[in-house]
């Protein structure tokens, strides 16, 4: 099972957002899709409760029940604070790490000293796992990004994507659904944004 670790210790910064669409991505793809939900407010899991069975499966993981499968995908919502000694033990147990950043001066400076956390680990360091950074409710060209891009260019990551503030991932989560399951002409703008992250992922 390939993991996916969904990660920023800033609270707001759009994990839940970020991982429930990854998650639809992937399980409209045709792949067995996991999904971990290891934050407090367990918004994950509520947005799951409500997925109409009809659409394409993603199931809650639980170690101890049936969907603790060993092929397809576990997708990780993390929960804020992650640091220290329980980051560097998840890094070890995940193929990929994708870091959603909010545009404001005060979550690109928080979210450097994470990802200055993230380039000594050792997992991180000999290759093991694979780090890029999400500009969520973002665009391009704007000073935020031209921020996060001078940051990253220090660090030598990549940035995804800019996924743009749109109200189509809010009327998405209210049925339980991503963009992935709504009609390509009610969220073709947001799809483009995505393509490169697609690419990244499974690659």
């Known amino acids: 099972m390939k993991t996916l670790l969904i990660a920023n210790p800033k609270g707001g910064s759009g994990k839940s957002t970020l991982a429930t669409n990854i998650a639809g991505y992937l399980a409209a793809s045709g792949q067995p899709v996991r999904l971990l939900d290891m934050d407090k407010q367990q918004s994950a899991s509520t947005w799951l409760a409500l997925r109409p069975h009809e659409l394409p499966p993603i199931w ?45 001066l005060f979550d690109i400076n928080a979210s450097r000293e994470f990802l200055d956390a993230l380039q000594v680990e050792k997992a991180v360091r000999k290759g093991k796992t694979f780090v890029g950074v999400v500009g969520m409710r973002m665009a391009p060209r704007t000073r935020a990004a031209a921020a996060l ?11 995804l994507a800019y996924l743009r503030e749109a109200q189509v991932y809010v009327n998405a989560a209210f049925e339980g659904k991503t963009l992935f399951d709504l009609p390509p002409y009610l969220a073709q703008r947001e799809l483009e944004q995505w393509a490169y992250l697609l690419e990244w992922l499974d690659a």
Do not use: C, F, N
């Not at 891009?149 to 940035?159: H, S």
């Open 60 to 104: 809650l993981y639980a170690s101890e029940s049936g969907t603790a499968g060993r092929d397809g995908w576990l997708v990780i919502d993390s929960p804020a604070g992650l640091h220290g000694k329980t980051l560097e033990r998840a890094l070890k147990l995940v193929d990929q790490v994708v870091v959603p950043i909010a545009p404001s």
């Open 149 to 159: 891009e001078q940051m990253l260019t220090e660090l030598d990551m990549p940035i």
